[in-house]
């Protein structure tokens, strides 16, 4: 079993910046794909960015290019969410997710492991 729990998040004044944080335990966190998902009221839960095996690979929805960087530490068994320029749109309930495979990570299909989420607020 793997158990994944997310940290950082809260409420913030649009423009602002947060940090999410997924710490991993039970297995080897160098053999999972690494992603964040988030959902919004009333919304089906969407991909946010996913972060391969070696942290050498990064992928992104368009939505938060250029604003959110993921990134990961192996020796930490930590996987990070950096996000700045927050607008309201970003309000959502932030998921860690790990699988040994990258396709069902990037594609959010039948992902192993989730952690409980954390809640972002953006307020305008």
């Known amino acids: 079993q793997v158990q994944l729990v997310e940290s950082g998040g809260g409420l913030v004044q649009a423009g602002g910046s947060l940090r999410l944080s997924c710490a991993v335990s039970?297995?080897?966190?160098?053999?999972?794909?690494m992603g964040w998902f988030r959902q919004a009221p009333g919304k089906e839960r969407e991909f946010v960015a996913a972060?391969?095996?070696?942290?050498?690979?990064?992928y992104y929805a368009d939505s938060v290019k250029g604003r959110f960087t993921i990134s990961r530490d192996n020796a930490k068994n930590t996987v990070s969410l950096q996000m700045n320029n927050l607008k309201p749109e970003d309000t959502a309930v932030y998921y860690c997710?790990?699988?040994?495979?990258?396709?069902?990570?990037?594609?959010?299909?039948?992902?192993?492991?989730w952690g409980q989420g954390t809640q972002v607020t953006v307020s305008s």
């Open positions: 039970g297995r080897t966190f160098s053999e999972y794909f």
């Open positions: 972060i391969s095996w070696s942290g050498a690979s990064a």
């Open positions: 997710a790990a699988d040994r495979s990258g396709s069902k990570v990037r594609l959010g299909n039948d992902i192993d492991y």
